[in-house]
Structures are given as structure tokens and as C-alpha cells.
């Protein structure tokens, strides 16, 4: 089984700050890797797919970037609806797994 | 419009059985992979199960193999989960998921969930 390391494990950024998030597999996961956004209550929503191609709907200030066992996904000017938590996915090898998740909070 | 309903959760007994349904609409699920993935209280998402769309091949986590059958009535455009030999670590946020394509293993559609609790 694949593991996904996300880092930090909370992020503390003040709105319109640039937000940083880590992912690492332990093993190649090619470009088959996904971020999630989620909110209490809410179920996942798909920002990012194919590592770095947008979900459709999803704003620009989101990019993802990666290949092979190292990803990021970068929030470029945090907007207030932007804090939440998020995962990472891959889909390379069965099973599927996820992060454990990386929180976005208010600094 | 892509809508997914999940029902069927609720409060069961250590060793009993629960099956979820998940309907769909605006799509066909025997033209789309689909998938289950669970949430804990307070924890991170867990991948359970994918249905191919074609050809209907099953899999499972290991958490769950031999306990969870995985399937679909393309009459009703409905997914199921057919949960047995039910445990507390099986307590869950239980999510049905449109995958994005055959090749596309993460999910761009998503129902509200529905909730398995599991007591001793």
C-alpha cells in the first residue's frame, strides 16, 4: 500500500497570504494524485487532478505541481473561504489512499 | 445536473449488517466507474470500494474484503454497499463518489453521506 505523507499538518495563514502544502507518496505515484478541499460538515470537493490540472469550477489561485513522490499544492492569495481541510489522493496503485489531511486555518 | 443520494445508514449491533444505496442522477453509473469512501468521526477519508463502469470489476480495501460487496442496478441508476459482520472500527461518514473517468481514479462528484455507527 502506497502511504501519503501530508506537511504541515496545520497551516496558520493570514488572509491573502500565500498558502503552501506538501505530499509525499512513499513510492512513484506518476502524476496520478488528486487534492481535496473540505469543509465541517461538507463532503470533499476536487480542486486538483492529473496533479496540476484543475477541477472544473475551481479558481485559478489553485495550482498543483508534482510528479512522482513529491506534490504541492499552492494557494496563492488565501480567500476567507479558502480555510479547510486538505487532502491528497492517489490513484496510481490499488488500494487508493489519502493523506491524512492538512488544515488551513486563520493565523 | 450530477446529484448523488446516499440512505440507508443508521445504528446497528457489532455483527449485524446494513446495505447503503447511493442514487444517482444527470449521468449513467454503468457508463462511470464509482466509488465509497468513508470518513471516521474527526478523522481523514478512507478509499472503501470502486464498481468499473464497464465490465463491473470490483474492489475493495483490505479493511473491508469479505465483509462489503460493492454494486449497482442500472434500472434504478443506483450504487449499493452491502455491509456485513458489521464492527465498531467500521463507524463511518459513508460518501458514494462519481469518479472522474475510467483512467481518472479520484472523484469529482460527491453525495451528502450517510452515517454508520456500530456499537458493542
Known amino acids: 500500500e502506497i502511504v501519503m505523507t501530508q506537511s504541515p499538518a496545520t497551516l496558520s495563514v493570514s488572509p491573502g497570504e500565500r498558502a503552501t502544502l506538501s505530499c509525499r507518496a512513499s513510492?512513484?505515484?506518476?502524476?496520478?494524485l488528486a487534492w481535496y478541499q473540505q469543509k465541517p460538515g461538507q463532503a470533499p470537493r476536487l480542486l486538483i487532478y492529473?496533479?496540476?490540472t484543475r477541477a472544473t469550477g475551481i479558481p485559478a489561485r489553485f495550482t498543483g505541481s508534482g510528479s512522482g513522490t513529491e506534490f504541492t499544492l499552492t494557494i496563492s492569495s488565501l480567500q476567507s473561504e479558502d480555510f479547510a481541510v486538505y487532502y491528497c489522493?492517489?490513484?496510481?496503485?490499488?488500494?487508493?489512499?489519502f493523506g491524512q489531511g492538512t488544515k488551513v486555518e486563520v493565523k | 445536473e450530477v446529484q448523488l443520494v446516499e440512505s440507508g445508514g443508521g445504528l446497528v449491533q457489532s455483527g449485524e449488517s446494513l446495505r447503503l444505496s447511493c442514487a444517482a442522477s444527470g449521468f449513467t453509473i454503468s457508463s462511470n466507474d464509482m466509488s465509497w469512501v468513508r470518513q471516521a468521526p474527526g478523522k481523514g477519508l478512507e478509499w472503501v470500494s470502486t464498481i468499473s463502469g464497464s465490465g463491473g470489476r470490483t474492489f475493495y480495501a483490505d479493511s473491508v474484503k469479505g465483509r462489503f460487496t460493492v454494486s449497482r442496478d442500472n434500472s434504478k441508476n443506483t450504487l449499493y454497499l452491502q455491509m456485513n459482520s458489521l464492527r465498531v472500527e467500521d463507524t463511518a461518514v459513508y460518501y458514494c463518489?462519481?469518479?472522474?473517468?475510467?483512467?481518472?481514479?479520484?472523484?469529482?462528484?460527491w453525495g451528502q453521506g450517510t452515517l454508520v455507527t456500530v456499537s458493542s
Open positions: 489522493q492517489q490513484y496510481n496503485n490499488w488500494p487508493r489512499t
Open positions: 463518489a462519481k469518479d472522474v473517468d475510467s483512467w481518472t481514479g479520484c472523484n469529482d462528484y
Open positions: 492529473g496533479a496540476s
Open positions: 513510492q512513484s505515484v506518476s502524476s496520478n
